[in-house]
Nanobody, 125 residues
């Protein structure tokens, strides 16, 4: 059974950096398309960025372009989200998600059967 476990969240000042991790167990990460989503209080879950099984990233959400970077280490079966120049509006629970590669939309949460439990990112001014 595939399990995803996020880590790396926390409290950070605006302008700071964090690196989130998503450890995949039960199956090699290389067979999956993976993605980061986030959900702020009172808002819908939002697609941040994805990465294909060969390591190619999708387009980033406009709100994070130029600040966030997705990557994947197959040897560690882990996906990362490097967050730089963090802004107040980045406060959210961040989730990693995975699926068998398909042609369906990257940005729709219901297209992913595998989810982590989420890691909280809180940004202070």
């Amino acid at each position: 059974q595939v399990q995803l476990v996020e880590s790396g969240g926390g409290l950070v000042q605006a302008g700071g950096s964090l690196r989130l991790s998503c450890l995949v167990s039960g199956r090699t990460i290389s067979v999956y398309s993976m993605a980061w989503f986030r959900q702020a209080p009172g808002k819908e879950r939002e697609f941040v960025v994805g990465i294909g099984p060969f390591g190619r990233p999708t387009d980033y959400a406009d709100s994070v372009k130029g600040r966030f970077t997705i990557s994947r280490d197959s040897a560690k079966n882990t996906m990362y989200l490097q967050m730089n120049n963090i802004a107040l509006e980045d406060t959210a629970v961040y989730y990693c998600a995975g699926r068998i590669p398909s042609g369906s939309s990257w940005s729709i949460p219901s297209n992913y059967p595998y989810w982590g439990q989420g890691t909280q990112v809180a940004v202070s001014s």
